[in-house]
């Protein structure tokens, strides 16, 4: 416990996450492989869905931190910071959210007027959208 403590709480959580982790994983307390870290987050996810059908916010809270603290050491054995992960997540969202709006309004509507349908047929053209222009930006660079 010695060991843990003296991981910062001021750090961002995701990578307060791995630092405990990799703290334990000196101990030889460690997932074989990402394999085993990814059935973890399976087994995480189906606790939350539980917890989610029960409705209490504690358990929901438990299960979602759990869920995450999971999918920091998936990160950790593919070498992936999870905090760039994570914000890099936000940014591609982000540009995706944006490419809906620009989409609905070039039909003339209002993203807020739209049915939750055409979103999802909006975000579907905005994924490929944002991909096709990530593609080509990265072909330049080449």
């Known amino acids: 416990?010695?060991?843990?403590?003296?991981?910062?709480?001021?750090?961002?959580a995701l990578w307060r996450c791995d630092k405990i982790q990799a703290k334990a994983a000196?101990?030889?307390?460690?997932?074989?492989?990402?394999?085993?870290a990814l059935d973890k987050v399976d087994e995480e996810t189906r606790e939350l869905r539980a917890a989610v059908v029960s409705g209490?916010?504690?358990?929901?809270?438990?299960?979602?931190?759990d869920l995450l603290f999971a999918a920091?050491?998936?990160?950790?054995f593919?070498?992936?910071?999870?905090?760039?992960?994570?914000?890099a997540a936000c940014e591609k969202?982000?540009?995706?959210?944006?490419?809906?709006?620009t989409a609905a309004a070039n039909?003339?509507?209002?993203l807020e007027q739209c049915t939750l349908e055409q979103m999802l047929t909006l975000w579907?053209?905005?994924?490929?959208?944002v991909s096709a222009e990530q593609e080509s930006r990265k072909s330049a660079r080449q």
């Open 78 to 87: 593919a070498g992936v910071d999870p905090e760039q992960a994570a914000h």
């Open 107 to 110: 039909d003339g509507t209002a």
């Open 124 to 129: 579907q053209q905005a994924k490929q959208t």
């Open 72 to 76: 920091v050491k998936v990160a950790r």
């Open 1 to 12: 416990a010695e060991a843990m403590d003296s991981v910062a709480r001021s750090l961002p």
């Open 26 to 36: 000196k101990t030889g307390f460690e997932w074989p492989d990402v394999y085993a």
């Open 56 to 65: 209490d916010a504690e358990a929901i809270g438990d299960e979602l931190g």
């Open 93 to 101: 969202f982000i540009r995706r959210f944006s490419a809906m709006e």
